[in-house]
């Protein structure tokens, strides 16, 4: 069974600041991985889709890396601002969809 | 376009009691799916469809039954509720499985089972 890890659980940084997040998982048979971003009392907005052949996608001030051979994606995340709070959510693609516990952050102004 | 719809909002039962939730989508997308999400758990795959008339279960299918009838809609049911079935409970929907297709997330249904 597929296990999704994000590390850490929850992050505070002052605004301006360049920050990264981290997803591993165990099986490295995936179809993609997706980073998504959730607000509190709402639903998941994607960020960015990163197909199993690529190894990064960027949208914005956002780049997302995959390096499947070793089960691990980084969100990076440049010149954070107060709008960035949010709790951001990995999911790797397989047979099925297995989410992390996702990443709390907290950009303070 | 409304994208992906979930009704009710929110939901208080007691034990035993069955309801259904209703998830919509206006975006002709093939594939549909139910979350639950837990505190210090994530997301976690009920039940998945991959088109009008096809169920298929996910990682935690027990006590939750769907159906496909439209191709819009994906109707999620709770025959008889157990408070361990409280949760938020997602909807979302995709073009298709590809791998580069996304999935688009409906509000959220807090439901609560007393």
């Known amino acids: 069974k597929q296990e999704v890890t994000q590390i850490p659980a929850a992050l505070s940084v002052p605004e301006g600041e360049n920050l990264v997040l981290n997803c591993s998982f165990t099986?490295?048979?995936?179809?993609?991985l997706q980073w998504f971003r959730q607000d509190p009392g709402k639903g998941l907005t994607s960020l960015l889709l990163?197909?199993?052949?690529?190894r990064e996608q960027t949208s914005g001030r956002l780049n997302a890396s995959l390096d499947k051979s070793s089960g691990r994606s980084t969100l990076y995340i440049a010149a954070s601002q107060p709008g960035d709070s949010a709790t951001y959510l990995c999911?790797?693609?397989?047979?099925?969809?297995?989410f992390g516990t996702g990443t709390s952050l907290t950009v303070i102004p | 376009n409304a994208g992906v719809t979930q009704t009710p909002k929110f939901r208080v039962l007691k034990t035993g009691q069955s309801m259904t939730l209703l998830c919509a989508q206006d975006?002709?997308?093939?594939?549909m799916y139910w979350y639950r999400q837990d505190p210090g758990m994530g997301l976690r795959l009920i039940h998945y469809?991959?088109?009008?008339?096809?169920?298929a279960k996910g990682e935690v299918p027990d006590g939750y039954n769907v159906s496909r009838l439209k191709k819009q809609n994906f109707l999620l049911g709770l025959e008889s509720a157990a408070p361990s079935q409280t949760s938020v409970y997602f909807c979302?929907?995709?073009?298709?499985?590809?791998?580069?297709?996304?999935?688009?997330f409906g509000p959220g249904t807090r439901l609560t089972v007393l």
């Open positions: 979302a929907s995709s073009y298709s499985g590809r791998e580069t297709d996304t999935q688009y």
């Open positions: 099986d490295s048979a995936i179809y993609n």
């Open positions: 990163i197909q199993s052949s690529q």
């Open positions: 999911a790797v693609s397989g047979n099925q969809f297995y």
């Open positions: 975006m002709n997308h093939e594939y």
């Open positions: 469809s991959v088109g009008e008339g096809t169920t």
